[in-house]
């Protein structure tokens, strides 16, 4: 793993949180966004409008917070009401070995018809979309990319870690203030009963204040309940994925983190099978983004992926009624 990764991940479990000394390149950070989002405000910095409604799909923080299987829930929704296109910047897609990377190619794995675009000038793609027949564009990881003009603004949060460590990065993972939450038109908090005694009290006004808030959960598609298994991945939070594996009822006997994005060497991977065959392992399970960049790879032990989707577990009306929205902004 490089190093630069080997630092996200102790970003992501909070490693740096009590370091003062980066204090000050959080601060630089924060201004740094707080200066781009009052010219992005102001319109003094140019917004490109695109023919068609735009529904930007976000997060406060670096790092897995449910974005993209945001995108795919919305997606699913809006799919019987008109073509939709989804733009993502493909972060990393040479590290995934696919020109669209990985979540957008599970996300066209999952959807099928629909139209899929890759690039940093989301504008170009978005407008290419419009030509080509798209009603909707789903902005993936949109809130930082104000250059775009959205209608609809979504924001995801972690429901354990909503703030990022109450810190900018590289103290913490926060990429914008949490001020920036009233450009939301929903907050989907993402985690299984964790709301309620994580958020804190600026949430909780925040959530009181727009009554815009929609709990998230997450749906696993098969249990491995008692199941022997070794367990990789290469996501920004792989400890959370070998958690979920273990509360899914796994034995999970070996688990080996790589880079966000990164796919693994098949001969490394056939070794760690092996490891994990000397130990017991039944089966080798990886997260369904992992899995899209494996196709034909071969194993001493067979290699499955832990389906997941998230659902609505609250303020089922707020839900209904964005979708209502964004369809009657599709037929203007």
Known sequence: MRLSDRLFLDAQEGKFAHVSALQPISSLWGVGSSLKNALYSRKWLPIAKLPIPVVSIGGLTAGGSGKTPLVHLLAKALQPLGKIAILSRGYRAKESGLPLGDELQMLKNRLGDGLYYAGKNRA???????????????????????????????????????????????????????????????????????????????????????????????????????????????????????????????????????????????????????????????????????????QGVSLSLPLCYLEMELEIVSNQVAWQSLIEKIALKMNN
């Open 124 to 294: 170009a793609l978005g407008k290419r979309a419009a030509e080509e027949g798209a009603q909707v564009a789903l902005l993936d990881d949109g809130f930082q990319h104000r250059r775009l003009h959205r209608d609809f603004e979504l924001v995801v949060l972690d429901a354990s870690n909503p703030f990022g460590y109450g810190s900018f990065l590289p103290r913490g993972l926060l990429r914008d203030s949490p001020k920036e939450l009233s450009r939301a038109d929903a907050i989907f908090l993402n985690g299984e009963g964790e709301a309620a005694t994580s958020l804190g009290a600026p949430l909780i006004r925040i959530k009181q204040k727009l009554r815009r808030v929609l709990d998230l959960a997450t749906q696993r598609s098969v249990s491995l309940k008692g199941a022997a298994i070794g367990a990789f991945s290469a996501i920004a939070r792989p400890k959370k994925f070998f958690d979920t594996v273990r509360a899914a009822g796994a034995d999970c006997l070996e688990s080996w983190p790589l880079s966000d994005h990164a796919k693994p060497d098949p001969a490394l991977l056939e070794a760690f099978a092996k490891r994990c065959k000397r130990r017991g392992a039944k089966a080798i399970v990886c997260t369904e983004k992992d899995a899209v960049k494996l």
